[in-house]
């Protein structure tokens, strides 16, 4: 069965464009608004959840409301010749009039309740002879100054990928560590069959001259009785 159409109105539409340089972080807002008597619950996805921070990236939509989801997308080192891969996904779902657990929604929502829309991501750089945008005038998509919200959520999302990228770090060493350990382990396991066998050895020997030694003795103390 097909899914049922979006409800929610996203703006823009199809695309999040987001104005280099990309030096720092470059913030798209995207609206979604709500025109249904229903409450709306959503969820916003990315294809790379580790190039974009996004607050909110879900919640609840009133009825006839709207929201600003605020996309980030961090520093990077921008090559022109490369395309952009990256898309967007805002997953919706109507909330039951009863609703007290959204995750509980979410986990228990049939694939025929779910609705989605797919928005690509475009890279673009400000041409030399572009002319800055006059003082009233505030696009989505451009560097414009960052209020104290949006630096205080760009700042969680930094603490939030160095705490990421120390438990990667610690996970490698603890990995490392325990190869070290079983290395170790494997040489001494090794080692060990070759100390034995040396020992087999040096008493193999010991007892062939003691063979030797006894006929030798008895040889010559014959000799003499003769």
């Not at 109105?9 to 798209?28: I, M, Q, W, Y």
């Not at 989801?69 to 009863?98: C, G, I, R, T, W």
């Not at 990421?164 to 090794?190: T, Y």
């Amino acid at each position: 069965m097909a899914r049922p159409e979006q409800v929610l109105l996203l703006e823009p539409p199809h695309e999040l464009k987001f104005r280099g340089p990309f030096s720092d972080v470059v913030t798209a807002n995207l609206k979604l608004a709500n025109p249904t008597d229903r409450n709306v619950c959503f969820k916003v996805k990315t294809t790379a959840p580790r190039r974009y921070c996004v607050r909110p990236n879900s919640g609840i939509i009133d009825a006839g409301t709207s929201i600003n989801v605020s996309v980030m997308l961090q520093p990077f080192d921008y090559d022109p010749n490369e395309k952009s891969k990256h898309k967007f996904m805002v997953q919706s779902l109507l909330a039951p009039p009863d609703m007290t657990d959204m995750e509980g929604v979410w986990k228990e929502a049939k694939p025929d309740e779910l609705m989605d829309s797919k928005l690509r991501c475009a890279f673009e750089l400000p041409l030399e002879n572009e002319k800055p945008a006059p003082h009233n005038f505030r696009d989505s998509s451009s560097r414009s100054e960052q209020s104290p919200e949006v630096k205080k959520i760009i700042e969680e999302c930094k603490t939030m990928q160095m705490e990421a990228q120390r438990l990667r770090e610690e996970n490698k060493q603890i990995r490392e560590d325990d190869g070290l350990r079983m290395r170790k382990s494997n040489v001494m396991s090794s080692q060990h069959p070759s100390v034995a066998m040396k020992k087999e050895e040096g008493l193999s020997v010991r007892t062939v001259f003691l063979i030797m030694l006894f006929f030798v003795v008895g040889a010559i103390v014959g000799r003499l009785i003769l």
